[in-house]
């Protein structure tokens, strides 16, 4: 038994007591039927270094490890480090994400709750963003930890949960939903529905949307935004990097309920901090910049803001500091965008004016009347008949021959009479048999004349 234990390497890793033997007789077995064609791998070439790390990491459940480590043991899995971490990524077993931190000798921070973290997909103000999947029901999941210095705070804490009790509630397909939010070793963490695509922020780093194609996703926004505030919630902090578009081309508002997060306490530094004012200013409503209480009008405004920066490239509100930049929006109106875009139609300018006119009771007062002039943009645009474009015949055909104009036959007229006509006719008709005697007579004289001329003309 001691040369197994010196096999297998650290049998601290394995479960004590007859566990342990019932265990070490498994792989033994199965390390025999394995290898009965194949040449056993040299005992210091297993890589004890990082399987133990895989194993206290929970990445794998435990049936799932002792899979890879009979593997490993048996040949049928390289031995070297790096050529092992490779496969298991090839074999969808482990992550990059996973494998990197692995490789690094980070064993802990994947398991939060219920969920094992896949890999990372963002981070801002409030938090990390990551792709996770349940433990037993194996669904897969956004993930958000929200920022530490959050969680210290009670009151901050115990806003945020009432709020994700309303958040919970929302149901809209232009709402990332969000399924669960909990607290484990002291982090908070919310679980929401995973999207896969990518934010109109990550798609404006790409170059300036076409009008037609801004629009349609700020109408769908407008959509999910009024949702939420048939509900109660107010997001504050609507910009192009909390609207994602999935694959079919469909705009999901992310992070409502998240708001609450940077005005719960006015004196946390999370509140203050100059990365939250910068993230977030070019899309405030002058309400918002002031203090003054906000609700769904001021998401209406940033939605406005967004559009206009995703159309234009350029902030509505320019300046080269952020306070200046604040001074803009509660002072001023925002710069006409056909400064920028001076082909945009002006139905579509006046719609974004609108959105953001200074005053919230000069603005569309709810999503769907915001969502509905969108939209009519939209129809107006689809309205207009494309000009139609004469093709020429091809080059090979000659061109048709012009028709032939139709033949029209003369009409035959009949000849006008002379006056004693119709009186020659009468008599006849009346003495048709003296006519016919006559007739007769005049003939035979014309024909004795003509043979008389004739003789006449030979003599």
Known sequence: MGMLTEELGDTSIWPAGSGRLSLVVAIVEELAVATSDKPKPATDAVPLDLLPIIRNSGALTEKQFLEVRGKV?????????????????????????????????????????????????GSGSMGRVYKAHHQLMGRVVALK????????????????????????????????????????????????????GKSLGQRLKEGILPPVEAVGYAAQAALG??????????????????????????????????????????HSAFATADGVAVGTVDYMSPEQACGREVDGRSDLFSLGCA?????????????????????????????????????????????LDKLMATRPVDRYQTGSEAAEALQNLLRAKKSVPAPRKLEPPPPDEPPPAPSPAPVVEPVPTRPALRDWFP?????????????????????????????????????
């Open 307 to 351: 559009l206009y920066h995703l159309i234009s490239g350029k902030q509505a509100f320019p300046g080269s500091s952020p306070i200046e930049r604040l001074g803009q929006r509660i002072n001023n109106r925002p710069t006409p965008i056909t400064n920028y875009r001076p082909e945009l139609p002006p139905n579509l300018v006046l719609v």
């Open 145 to 196: 930890i929200i920022a530490p210095e959050i969680v210290t705070n009670d009151r901050v804490v115990a806003r945020f949960q009432r709020e994700m009790r309303l958040v919970g509630r929302l149901d809209h397909p232009n709402v990332v939903r969000a399924f669960d939010a909990d607290s484990s070793n002291n982090i908070l963490y919310i679980v929401m529905e995973y999207v896969a």
């Open 225 to 266: 935004l009024g949702h939420a505030h048939e509900q109660g919630i107010v997001h504050r902090d609507v910009k192009p990097s909390n609207l994602l578009v999935n694959e079919s081309r469909q705009v999901k508002v992310l992070d409502l309920g998240l708001g609450v997060l940077m005005e719960a306490d006015e």
């Open 73 to 121: 043991l048996a040949g049928a899995y390289p031995s070297d480090t790096k050529a092992l971490a490779d496969r298991l990524v090839r074999d969808n077993l482990l992550t990059d994400y996973q494998i990197r931190r692995f490789l690094s000798g980070k064993s802990h921070g994947l398991i939060v709750g219920k969920y094992v973290i896949l890999d990372r997909i």
């Open 423 to 459: 009186q020659l006719s009468a008599w006849v008709e009346q003495r048709p048999k003296t006519s016919l005697i006559i007739l007769i007579g005049v003939l035979a004289a014309w024909f004795a004349l003509g043979v008389g001329f004739g003789w006449w003309l030979k003599g």
